[in-house]
């Protein structure tokens, strides 16, 4: 049924910028939320943005990553992005994305489906 897909990842020096796409197929979101984590190895995993399809508009984002981070909505391609800028080796991590129809409070806790995952490294 649902599945996502996240694409995008690469190697960049800091200071510069990656677009993620988490393209979703099987299904298209009305409700619900969908959100943007990463982890490494050893640490715990972060939320770091999440989209309302109901609002169409970001609900959160991790303090770490406000005013760098955007996530967005292309409703005909099925795909919400997260646009990263001003990168920083602390971003280093396997981003993924998950989503939920029926979350009614997005933030990060709910989402039963998720992607492989696609990586970042930010080296100086």
């Known amino acids: 049924q649902v599945q996502l897909a996240e694409s995008g990842g690469g190697s960049v020096q800091t200071g510069g910028s990656l677009r993620l796409s988490c393209k979703i197929s099987?299904?298209?979101?009305?409700?619900?939320?969908l959100a943007w984590f990463r982890q490494v190895p050893g640490k715990e995993r972060e939320g770091v943005a999440s989209?309302?399809?109901?609002?169409?508009?970001?609900?959160d984002y991790a303090d770490s990553v406000k005013g760098r981070f955007t996530i967005s909505q292309d409703k005909a391609k099925n795909t919400v992005y997260l646009q990263m800028t001003t990168l920083n080796p602390e971003d280093t991590a396997m981003y993924y994305c998950?989503?939920?129809?029926?979350?009614?409070?997005?933030?990060?806790?709910?989402?039963?489906?998720w992607g492989p995952g696609t990586p970042v490294t930010v080296s100086s």
């Open positions: 998950a989503a939920n129809g029926r979350v009614r409070n997005c933030a990060w806790n709910g989402y039963n489906y």
């Open positions: 989209f309302s399809f109901e609002l169409g508009s970001n609900t």
């Open positions: 099987g299904y298209t979101y009305t409700t619900g939320c």
